[in-house]
């Protein structure tokens, strides 16, 4: 007699309260084993592959593609054990009966498969056991679902139906944009992997089809746009939260220094020239941030809001601001003072690499106890950053361009950045901020500085 189980998104950790199904990597009819991902969802810290606990024939789905469930809500429902009517089971599965039943008996005959349940706990990325072959047994119509979130209309293109390979973070988005239904798209890349390309083109089609169809008969009343309304959530989501919880509950001021970055540049250059390793300007910067920390301990701190209390940290885990598609994360580089610029280097290349590819776990993304914002590279002088919360401070970079300086006593073209600090002012006072901030610059000014420290 075959058991009918009920699989519900599992605590994906570090706090998040639920997710968005980005693709569904088996159908109803599908036979499943152990520990096989079967949905991939998107959270507000990243893009995540959910394994299935049980082995068995997947009898219905909940929720459509870009559909937001709770943690704990029913994701799908597996028949596992021997043949036969799969028994007293919800609504969704009594409407497939005879679909799940059919696909029970032929997937008993599977010996891959294993009715068994993995046992383990599903935090993080969920269980951990290899991922099996997915096999179809048949093709039925999906269950009945909650209704999904609106979404535009799928794009009509010409039909190609069958499993759709691996694709990009990227390509998805810009599908999901346009209203593009990615199991229309014919893929042109490897083994029929749709491309940025692929997409495009069935985009440009359908543009060019609404452009040459016969407008539709003017109403008669004219019909007003209230605009396009975004959804806050998703990564989006969570900076929003965050930010404001910083601006509501941190006491922040700001202040900042131009600082003339000719040597530390040429410092660079050289170091570069030596052979070996490329260190990156952010990397040097970093280097500069730790060694102010540690002459300056208030500012990586937090406050203990319950107890009204200061919380000195005794390690610096370094967060940096990355621009991404899915929007602004802020990667961790834990233990930074440990760190030389060669291993900064390499971490931050890690982190950056990872961002873009949307494959950052939530490890990556929590405990920073310091923010370095290079805004520069967007091509702005200044700014006044937000606190990433809880933290006490952020230092802002801004670009580094050629400006008037006096250099010796006498009118020269220097390499000028603009540095800013936003601090909290419940962990210290302007004299230890501009303190900070006054040796960064000097640092950045004169790199030797730095040495005479270390």
Known sequence: MAQVLEFKLPDLGEGLT???????????????????PVVEVETAKAMVEVPCPYGGVVTARYGEEGTELPVGAPLLTVAVGGTGDAGPATAPVAAEEDAGTAAVQAGSAESAVSSEYSGNVLVGYGTAGPAARRRRVRQAAPAAAPAPVA??????VPAHRGPVPVISPLVRKLARD???DLRQVRGSGPEGLILRADVELALAAARDRQATAPEPAPSAAPVTSAGERVPLRGVRGAVADKLSRSRTEIPDATCWVDADATELMAARAAMNAAGGPKISLLALL??????AL????????????????????????????????????VPVVKDAGRRTAEALTEEFGRLTEAARQSALTPADLTGGTFTLNNYGVF??????PIINHPEAAMLGVGRIVP????HRGELAVRQVVQLSLA???????????????RYVADCVEQPAVLLRTV
């Open 294 to 329: 540690a002459r300056f301990p208030e500012l990586n701190s937090t406050v203990d809001t319950a107890a009204r209390e200061i919380v000195r940290l005794p390690d610096v885990h370094l967060g940096f601001a990355a621009q991404t598609p899915r929007g602004l994360v």
């Open 18 to 36: 639920e997710a968005e199904i980005v693709r569904w990597l088996v159908a109803v009819g599908d036979v499943v084993a152990v520990d096989q």
């Open 379 to 384: 091509g702005v002088d200044g700014s006044t």
């Open 178 to 180: 346009g209203g593009l």
């Open 423 to 437: 601090f909290d002012h419940r962990v210290c006072d302007g004299g230890t901020a501009g303190g900070f901030l």
């Open 403 to 406: 400006k008037p300086w006096v």
């Open 286 to 291: 970093a280097r500069i941030c730790v060694h």
């Open 151 to 156: 979404a535009p209309a799928p794009v009509s």
